[in-house]
Structures are given as structure tokens and as C-alpha cells.
């Protein structure tokens, strides 16, 4: 079957009507027709009508021709077709609309049928992609299901529909919508089960897990026979273990994480597993529940069980990320760091940037700042070190250097590393921290100008540069419009000038003149 008859054919497949036939060898024996022959008769009243036709290896273009002539309408779209494939049909009595959309959906064609024109057009681009054929499939089966929602074919052929948009880069919460409607609209089709874990499954993937929980909650009470009952239920621990690692309230997180290892528990009682994935993966949850209720040695414990499961002992990734989240937990942060930096060895892209992200943030949690900038350097030297700035500047401010990247930070932090500089004496770093706030003050808050003022001016005095510190306090008491403000600017001016000896402008200071 040719890429351009697939959605005709999914159709098709969907409802499963009588009468209609693919173009196969089988049916052109059957009809035993002289080829490119076709007769077709429209009966009903408008809008009810009923098309009988019989056509073997026929040209589309006079096939859609006759139908237009037998049902008194015009036919708009054939004269800019490029090309004009053959159909080989045998329907009898069956609705002209669904029948016209079976014909243009076998050859790629779309037809549209209103009272006085059959409107015909290409289906799908000329060289469709998997999106366009993906996307035309879906859009027929929504059609199909829309007119034959009673059809015993309609649960099946809602599934392909789901399956078809599940396969959909993107689609995953549209994908378990409509899982969930075969749950919703046949609760009694033998496909429900099914729905439910595929459901959970798809709103996992899109980062849902409450909506994963409550379907697998829902499998695991479904009354019939299937086989899913053990899957159902550690796929629900693992959707309460992610639901606690995203939740904000403390609370919550417990409560969700103390709901996984119930679950856990009883799955381990009641069905015991010999499979050593099965197992692997119970342990991969544990762990993380664990970790999540705050018992880090537990959570540890669960991993090395999980190692001995799997196929690729300490190399595994998953159980590297786990354990590195298990020495975040129990704040063993140079631990957390090693195991992070282990992880990064085994993933790559964006999740090895997020290893150095968190490796470098557990270095400077552990006050290793040398270790924060080395774990910088060597994420930037693989391109992959955007994120990883702001704690290798964290690290360098640590060290009372200059950060690198100092234009990340804002200038409420440059005023504050500014007056950090100045308490530890080191003045001139001050001054260079400084200079560029003042350049711009109009842009600060009333408490912030006041205190870059004081600030600024102090650390220019410090460095003898009396004039330059006066002329800052000049200019900022100019700017200021509380008299309270400027008040203490001039008591200010006159404390630091009388520190240097100079009384006499310390005294006009005091009366206000700087």
C-alpha cells in the first residue's frame, strides 16, 4: 500500500463497513468486470442519499464525474489535480458522504460533498511526511467515530486513534485524552484496562503524575481479568514517588512519598517477583520514596539491592541519579558531588550539563569552592557550561574574587558584595565592585542610593581619595529628596572628614555645605 492510501485504508480498517473493498487482486477477480468500467446510481432525498456503485480499475476523475451526474451536482477541483489514479469499488446503498470519503481516502483525495458540489482535493502534500499522514488519520477516524459512535467497531477504532496521536512527537496529553474516552464512552469494551494503563502511562510522560496516579488507582480496582495488575501497581508507587519530589508543600511530598512505600510493601507481600528487572525497578522506587521521607541509608540500601539486578551494575544511570539524589538528602554533599560527576560519565547533552549543575552546587554546599570552579571550567569546556555560572561565580565570591560572570548578578548583589569587600578591607576591590552601581544609581531604590553613597564614599576615603569621596557625597545628596536622607549624608561627611583632620570642612558638613 503506497504512503498516499494509508489514511483511506485506516478509515477503512476503522469501521470495517460492508461493501467496501481495497484495490486488490482479490476484489478486481470478484467484480469480474471489464476494466476501467464503473456505473454508479444516487437514490434518496437530499441529504439522505444513497450511492450504489460498481467500478472496476476506473479512472478517479470519471468515476467522481458520474457520481456528480447521478446526484445532480457539480464537480469543482478535478481540472488541477496532477494526476489521476484508478479505483476499483463495489458499494451498494451505503450514505454518499461516507461512501465519497472512502473513494478520496483509498487515493488520497479529499472530498467534500455540500448540496450543489462535490469539491475534490489533494489529501496530503506531495511528498507527505509522518506528521501528514499521522495528522490526516486522526482527523478521518475523529470523523468516522463522530458518525458511527454506535458501531462495534468504534472502541477499536477509537484505540488506533489514540495510538496514532500517542506516536505523535508532542501529543502525549492529547494521546491520554483520548485513551481516556474509550474508558469514558465504552466502559464495558475489553480494551478499558488497557486505556488505563496506556492513560497513566502517556500523562507520566507529559510530566502529569497526579492524572498518572488516578489511572493507575482506577486499573488496580478494575474488577476484571487482566494482566496488568502487578505493572498497575508499582507504576502507582512511582507516580506517588514523583508526585512527592514535585510538590512544593512539605507535606504533601511525605504524605505521597509514605503513600508509594505502602504500595511497595504490599506488592512485595502479595507478589513476590523472581524477574530481576521487576525487581530492579521496585528497588529504583524504594529508593526514591525512602529518600523523599528523609531516610538516606534506607534509600542508599535499596540502590545496592537495585545494582545487583541489573544488567549494568554500577554503570547504570538510573541508579547513579538516584544515588546522588540519596547524598543530596542526607547532605553528604561531597558525595553528592562524586556521585553527580559519576553520572555525568554515563549521560550526555543536556542531562550531562544538569550533573555538572548539581555537582557543582553540592561543591559549594560542602564550602569546596575550588571544586564548584573546577567542576565550571571543565562543563564549559565541553560547551556545556551555561548553567553551571552562577555557583562557579557563587564559588568565586566565596573566595573574595571577582566573579567571572559578574553581569549575571543584578546590582542590589554588587551593592551587597560591594559593602562585603569594604567590612573585610579591601578597599580597592570595593571601589572596582562599585563604580559601575554609581554610574547608574538613578536606577536604585531609596535605601539602596543611600547606602552606595556611604559605601562608595567610605572606600575612596580609605584610599586617600578625600575629594573623589566628596564629590560622590556631592552628588548623591543633590539626587536625594527626603531631607532625613541627606541629613545623614552631611553627618556622614563630617565623621570621615574629621577622621583626616579636616575640621573645617567637617564643620561645614555639619551646617549642611559638602
Known amino acids: 500500500m503506497s504512503v498516499r492510501t494509508i489514511s483511506g485504508a485506516l478509515l477503512a480498517g476503522a469501521l470495517a463497513a460492508p461493501g467496501l473493498a481495497l484495490q486488490d487482486d482479490e476484489s478486481t477477480a470478484r ?16 441529504g439522505a442519499e444513497n450511492l450504489t456503485i460498481t467500478a472496476n480499475e476506473a479512472e478517479f476523475d470519471a468515476v467522481i464525474t458520474q457520481i456528480a451526474r ?3 451536482r457539480e464537480v469543482k477541483g478535478l481540472d488541477v489535480l496532477s494526476r489521476h489514479p484508478r479505483v476499483t469499488i463495489d458499494l451498494a446503498g451505503m450514505d454518499l458522504r461516507d461512501s465519497l470519503r472512502w473513494i478520496g481516502g483509498s487515493v488520497g483525495m479529499r472530498i467534500t460533498l455540500s448540496a450543489s458540489v462535490i469539491e475534490v482535493a489533494e489529501d496530503l502534500p506531495l511528498y507527505p511526511e509522518r506528521k501528514d499522514l499521522f495528522g490526516r488519520a486522526s482527523e478521518l477516524y475523529s470523523v468516522a467515530l463522530r458518525d458511527h459512535s454506535s458501531s462495534g467497531f468504534a472502541p477499536r477504532a477509537q484505540w488506533t486513534r489514540a495510538v496514532i496521536e500517542s506516536e505523535t512527537p508532542g501529543r502525549d496529553r492529547e494521546a491520554a485524552e483520548l ?47 487482566h494482566g496488568h495488575s ?18 512544593t508543600n512539605p507535606v504533601v511530598a511525605a504524605e505521597n512519598a509514605r503513600r508509594a512505600l505502602g504500595v511497595l510493601d504490599a506488592l512485595d ?4 517477583t523472581r524477574d530481576l528487572d521487576e525487581r530492579r525497578r521496585r528497588a529504583l522506587i524504594r529508593s526514591r520514596a525512602e529518600s523523599l521521607t528523609g531516610h538516606p541509608v534506607d534509600a542508599l540500601k535499596a540502590l545496592d539491592i537495585a545494582q545487583t539486578y541489573s544488567d549494568l551494575g554500577d554503570h547504570d544511570p ?9 547524598f543530596e538528602s542526607a547532605e553528604r554533599h561531597a558525595d553528592a558531588c562524586r556521585a553527580w560527576l559519576r553520572l555525568s560519565v554515563l549521560v550526555e547533552g543536556d542531562a550531562r550539563e544538569t550533573c555538572y549543575e548539581r555537582a557543582a552546587a553540592a561543591a559549594n554546599a560542602g564550602r569546596e569552592s575550588l571544586a564548584a570552579i573546577a567542576i565550571w571550567k571543565k562543563a564549559d569546556s565541553e560547551g556545556l557550561g551555561d548553567s553551571v555560572k552562577r555557583h562557579a561565580d557563587a564559588a568565586y565570591i566565596a573566595l573574595d574574587l571577582v566573579p567571572p560572570h559578574i553581569d549575571l548578578f543584578g546590582d542590589s548583589e554588587r551593592l551587597s558584595r560591594g559593602e562585603g569587600l569594604l567590612d573585610r578591607e579591601m578597599y ?38 578625600v575629594d573623589d569621596a566628596m564629590l560622590v557625597l556631592r552628588q548623591c545628596a543633590g539626587e536625594m529628596t527626603r531631607p532625613a536622607d541627606r541629613r545623614e549624608v552631611y553627618l556622614f561627611a563630617a565623621r570621615f572628614l574629621e577622621e583626616t583632620g ?9 551646617e549642611g555645605r559638602l
Open 318 to 326: 538510573e541508579i547513579a541519579r538516584l544515588r546522588a539524589l540519596a
Open 269 to 272: 507481600d502479595n507478589d513476590p
Open 31 to 46: 467484480f469480474n468486470l471489464t476494466p476501467r468500467t464503473s456505473t454508479a446510481r444516487v437514490e434518496g432525498l437530499p
Open 502 to 510: 579636616d575640621i573645617d570642612r567637617a564643620i561645614a558638613a555639619l
Open 230 to 247: 502487578i505493572t498497575a501497581r508499582r507504576l502507582l508507587a512511582d507516580a506517588h514517588t514523583r508526585i512527592a519530589a514535585g510538590a
Open 428 to 465: 580597592d576591590e570595593a571601589i572596582d565592585a562599585l563604580r559601575p552601581i554609581f554610574d547608574r544609581r538613578s536606577a536604585l531604590e531609596r535605601d539602596e542610593h543611600r547606602r552606595l553613597a556611604f559605601a562608595y564614599s567610605c572606600a575612596l576615603a580609605r584610599k586617600h581619595q
Open 70 to 72: 447521478a446526484s445532480q
Open 179 to 225: 485513551f481516556d474516552e474509550i474508558v469514558e464512552e465504552y466502559p464495558g469494551s475489553d480494551l478499558v484496562p488497557d486505556a488505563l494503563l496506556a492513560a497513566g502511562q502517556l500523562f507520566g510522560r507529559a510530566n502529569e503524575w497526579n492524572n498518572a496516579a488516578v489511572r493507575f488507582d482506577a486499573l488496580c480496582a478494575d474488577p476484571r481479568e
